[in-house]
């Protein structure tokens, strides 16, 4: 080990042998310093995962698209792989085909990870549950415990927090990019052109519907494919009593009308005198005001489904989905208003949370954000500071979602921060609009290409610069 006087003597402690605190062991020792790893299983299991393997996949194979220059996730990827993430060096290696995605071979990327922690001489890996606040002596720790985390840790965490519930059913509602709505379509109001704090009275985009467009799209909302529960999943209470819209549906053709698509209060301007029979919502969901969330529309439809079914909703017919609705159990921090810019709780600093538990979602952006929580941790360790990627990049993008670019709900709603991929609508807009070679204006599908690409092009250079600034520092430090 690199000795630092007495700091070195201290290891850091990460909770957590998932995919975020594998990341984040990793990134420690390879700055020189010594990791404890403590993972709970095999002694306990959580609900999902099925062996005692470091970095498990619980669900899917794949790592969505490795396309860098035109998605956002595949930029992710570029970026983790940047900074020498372990997570991406072994899912790299155990990958299978699967066209512009990485897929990899689920038992030998786990197994791989696992090797690379265990054989690490920096690394020692406690299989042990920590059942509770982590000891007052543990002055630098990571918990990434994951959505799945023990009920004694999250009840220990929830009463750190006072926050009213940690882990419930998570009913996520879908997110469109705003540039998708047609706004010859909808239109921009509050119900009854309410102001509330921080409004404007114009704050909602609203999408009308006819009578026979409100029936059919009930109908289409019952004929839809579902995603079944799983067994373990039925006893987790709805969070906030949010109950699905299909399930709504179910009690009634009018419930909805009397729930998220009440049409009073709303004026359509373009058709004043007649009232639209329902309206659909859409909250901002992002200070960027790029991501709009639609209200109440809470689902477990199957994704295909949703795309289909809500594209028949006027002023949607091209929207673009950021995410998807779904409902699962989940233990995430309300973390914009609990975590600090270093990922760190404010109620008590020395523990710094990563994975999904901060409010990012899926398997690559809970790893990228155990790369930065345990970067942040060896900085703090060596007792020097280390600033944040920039907002450009993905890795600054998902930070900026988790710790400060959402905005709370602005009518005194339930808690409003969910977990959400890594996608361009958490990126500061373009300077300019980029144009053809011969400097015409570009249209259609050619200009959000360009677009995209400008975005990745724009990220892979801030993020090499923010690299090599943070090589230069551990030199220094
Ligand atoms: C059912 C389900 C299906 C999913 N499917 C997908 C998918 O298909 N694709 C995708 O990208 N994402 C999926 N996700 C999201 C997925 O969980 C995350 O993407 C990712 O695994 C989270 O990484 P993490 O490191 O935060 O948590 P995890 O990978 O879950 O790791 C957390 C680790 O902490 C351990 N642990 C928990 N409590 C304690 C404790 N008190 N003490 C010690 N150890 C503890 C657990 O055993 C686990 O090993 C799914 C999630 C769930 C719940």
Not at 373 to 400: D, E, N
């Amino acid at each position: 080990m690199t000795s630092r006087g007495n700091r070195a003597l201290n290891p850091i402690h990460v909770v957590g042998g998932g995919l975020a605190g594998s990341e984040a062991a990793w990134q420690i020792a390879a700055q020189g310093l010594a990791v404890v790893l403590h993972e709970m299983r095999p002694l306990r299991m959580t609900e999902a995962h099925q062996t005692d393997q470091l970095a498990e996949l619980v669900c899917s194979n794949s790592f969505r698209s490795d396309d860098a220059e035109t998605n956002a996730v595949g930029l992710l990827h570029a970026e983790m792989r940047l900074a020498g993430s372990l997570i991406m060096r072994e899912a790299d290696a155990n990958q299978v085909p699967a066209g512009g995605a990485l897929a990899v071979d689920r038992g030998g990327f786990s197994a791989a990870v696992h090797q690379a922690i265990e054989n690490h001489p920096l690394i020692e890996v406690r299989r042990e549950e920590v059942a509770g606040l982590p000891p007052a002596d543990w002055d630098n720790v990571i918990v990434a415990t994951g959505p799945l985390t023990s009920a004694p840790l999250a009840d220990a965490i929830r009463a750190l927090t006072g926050e009213a519930s940690l882990a419930f059913f998570d009913a996520i509602a879908p997110i469109v990019h705003r540039d998708s709505i047609d706004m010859n379509v909808a239109w921009f109001q509050s119900r009854y052109d309410k102001q509330g704090p921080g409004g404007s009275g114009a704050d909602y985009i609203n999408c009308p519907l006819t009578s026979e467009q409100y029936e059919a799209f009930i109908a289409a909302l019952l004929a839809g494919g579902k995603t079944e529960f799983r067994e373990w999943e039925t006893n987790t209470p709805y969070f906030d009593g949010c109950l699905p819209i299909e399930v709504m549906a179910e009690r009634g053709p009018e419930t909805l009308r009397h729930g998220p698509m009440k049409p009073v209060g709303l004026t359509d301007p373009r058709n004043p005198l007649v009232k639209p029979y329902g309206i659909v919502q859409l909250r901002q969901d992002n200070k960027l005001g790029t991501l709009y969330n639609m209200v109440g529309f809470q689902t477990k439809l199957k994704h295909a489904e949703q795309v289909r079914i809500f594209r028949t909703i006027p002023g949607l017919e091209r929207a673009e989905f950021a995410r998807l609705g779904g409902l699962h159990r989940n233990t995430f921090l309300n973390s914009p208003v609990l975590l600090d810019g270093e990922l760190r709780l404010r109620a008590a600093p020395r523990l710094r949370f990563a994975g999904q538990m901060t409010g990012c979602e899926g398997y690559v952006e809970s790893a990228g954000v155990g790369l930065l929580a345990g970067r942040f941790a060896a900085a703090q360790a060596r007792g020097a500071s280390l600033t944040a990627p920039p907002p450009t990049t993905a890795l600054g993008a998902l930070l900026g979602h988790i710790t400060g670019g959402h905005i709370e709900t602005i009518d005194a709603g339930p808690r409003s921060f969910q977990p959400m991929n890594v996608n361009f609508g958490l990126f500061p807009p373009l300077a300019s609009t980029p144009k053809a070679p011969d400097g015409k204006r570009l249209r259609g599908p050619e200009k959000a290409l360009a677009k995209k690409r400008a975005l990745t092009s724009r990220a892979l250079s801030d993020f090499r610069g923010w690299i090599e600034a943070c090589g230069a520092r551990e030199v220094a430090a």
